[in-house]
T-cell receptor, first 115, second 114 residues
Framework: DQQVKQNSPSLSVQEGRISILNCDYTNSMFDYFLWYKKYPAEGPTFLISISSIKDKNEDGRFTVFLNKSAKHLSLHIVPSQPGDSAVYFCAPSPPSGAGSYQLTFGKGTKLSVIP | NAGVMQNPRHLVRRRGQEARLRCSPMKGHSHVYWYRQLPEEGLKFMVYLQKENIIDESGMPKERFSAEFPKEGPSILRIQQVVRGDSAAYFC????????????FGPGTRLTVL
């Protein structure tokens, strides 16, 4: 039972263009949504997050959009750079006090930014 | 400022042997989490520990797996009598005072069971 789906296993984008990574979830109890980035042979690195009370959060080149009614979020990277090439994981968590530390990871999307 | 450290990075065991995976959290962090990533899957929560306490082990297999976080020293994830299906990457994460704080991950231990 996949609660978090990242339906695109891979994505290739030209350097300088926008990368859009998508994530769908089924558990309406998820309250806080994180994106992690992972390079080969390394652990996931926290990238950006968004609370369910917001629909957008921006940090430099990275913006996350949340559509609660559609149970969908997306990560936009603009402009994309070769160093952004990595696997990106969507990781929602339940509300505070309800095992909120239990991150539920999607399978990831491998982003390749072509110079 | 060292991040989360895990060792060994790679561990090879034969079926039936024991595997011990170690995790040292970031300095000042008192919450430790273990996740497992099977091939072609996302990371799955296994267990959440604080010093000398297991807070939530709902993601741990009921048999052969155990975890501890002693007063002194690293957190240990122990797998007894390993089987091929235990082959995976095991990641440890830590957070500061509040379990809702951001979790910072170590580089992982890749366990291969022959």
């Amino acid at each position: 039972d996949q609660q978090v789906k990242q339906n695109s296993p891979s994505l290739s984008v030209q350097e300088g263009r926008i990368s859009i990574l998508n994530c769908d979830y089924t558990n309406s109890m998820f309250d806080y949504f994180l994106w992690y980035k992972k390079y080969p042979a390394e652990g996931p690195t926290f990238l950006i997050s968004i609370s369910s009370i917001k629909d957008k959060n921006e940090d430099g080149r990275f913006t996350v959009f949340l559509n609660k009614s559609a149970k969908h979020l997306s990560l936009h990277i603009v402009p994309s750079q070769p160093g952004d090439s990595a696997v990106y994981f969507c990781a929602p968590s339940p509300p505070s006090g309800a095992g909120s530390y239990q991150l539920t990871f999607g399978k990831g999307t491998k982003l390749s930014v072509i110079p | 400022n060292a991040g989360v450290m895990q060792n060994p990075r790679h561990l090879v065991r034969r079926r039936g042997q024991e595997a011990r995976l170690r995790c040292s959290p970031m300095k000042g962090h008192s919450h430790v989490y273990w996740y497992r990533q099977l091939p072609e899957e996302g990371l799955k929560f296994m267990v959440y520990l604080q010093k000398e306490n297991i807070i939530d082990e709902s993601g741990m297999p009921k048999e052969r797996f155990s975890a501890e976080f002693p007063k002194e020293g690293p957190s240990i994830l122990r797998i007894q009598q390993v089987v091929r299906g235990d082959s995976a990457a095991y990641f440890c994460a830590s957070s500061a005072a509040d379990p809702q704080d951001t979790q910072y991950f170590g580089p992982g231990t890749r366990l291969t069971v022959l």
